[in-house]
């Protein structure tokens, strides 16, 4: 049994694959798509005071989409559409891979939660709201006095739509 492969025709196509997935992952930052988390109830007031501030508490910007968040939602479109592109199965729709990317963003936003901003810089805790966090046995991280918001967000739906 002979086997051959033309290693040219691979890298070609390798390269062809890496180019529409790069061009598909541009999509997902690009301003022809929207993606918006929906969280029920309070919950969605809270993430948006968090993010953005408000009279009393400095904005907090959980939701940045920046060089890191971009590089996870690249990373989850090729590894959940590459091999099968590289494979002959065809490209995916452009709705399920920003879908994919979308979600990827959401796991990321969570666990900026968990890190107390992580990849990103939040505003520190104000004085006497860390004495009452401590004083209140609650969770002393930025944004987790209770877990609820990024519980929240966790269980969130990503809605993915054309602007």
Sequence with gaps: MNLAINANAAQAQMRAVEKRL?????????KRWTT????????????????????????RP????????R?????AVRERFGASMREGGGEPSMLAALTVGAYALRRLWVQRFDASG?????????VSWAREKRRRNLDPRIG?????????MARGQMITRKA
């Design 22 to 30: 790069k061009a598909i992952a541009r999509e997902l930052d690009g």
């Design 36 to 59: 918006t988390i929906a969280i029920p109830g309070p919950q969605e007031r809270k993430l948006t005071w968090f993010n953005e501030g408000t009279k009393r508490q400095p904005p």
């Design 62 to 69: 959980i939701l940045t989409v920046n060089k890191v968040a």
């Design 71 to 75: 590089g996870v939602m690249v990373a």
């Design 118 to 126: 992580g990849d990103i810089t939040l505003a520190p805790l104000s």
């Design 144 to 152: 987790r006095a209770t877990g609820a918001l990024a519980a929240a």
